[in-house]
Nanobody, 122 residues
Framework: QVQLVESGGGLVQAGDSLRLSCAAS???????????MGWFRRAPGKEREFVAS????????YSSDSMKGRFTISRDNAKNTVYLQMNSLKPEDTAVYYC????????????WGQGTQVTVSS
């Protein structure tokens, strides 16, 4: 089991930037390089949605072109940490952001963090 702890959320104004971090640990975690890492979010009253993911090699996938233009996912395998840089934040980005890990050979996201709140005021 991989333990994930997010940090970096907060209250910002529209147009501001935030960088979220996700620190991974656990007895089964030999190296973060064996996991696909992802960010999801759940806005008030909505279902959890995919934001972005990054493969061990660094290849990234985003939920939409709009997201890709404002958000950047990155990873530091040596530090067992994944980041989500969010620029030009909008009020509709307000949500709890969750980090998740999926073993490369797995079909489901097996580990989740507790989430970090991001609130964007207009």
């Amino acid at each position: 089991q991989v333990q994930l702890v997010e940090s970096g959320g907060g209250l910002v104004q529209a147009g501001d930037s935030l960088r979220l971090s996700c620190a991974a640990s656990g007895r089964t975690l030999s190296s973060l390089s064996s996991y696909i890492m992802g960010w999801f979010r759940r806005a008030p009253g909505k279902e959890r949605e995919f934001v972005a993911s990054i493969r061990p090699s660094g290849g990234a996938t985003y939920s939409s072109d709009s997201m890709k233009g404002r958000f950047t996912i990155s990873r530091d395998n040596a530090k067992n940490t994944v980041y989500l840089q969010m620029n030009s934040l909008k009020p509709e980005d307000t949500a709890v952001y969750y980090c998740a890990a999926r073993a490369v050979a797995a079909n489901t996201w097996g580990s989740w963090g507790q989430g970090t709140q991001v609130t964007v005021s207009s």
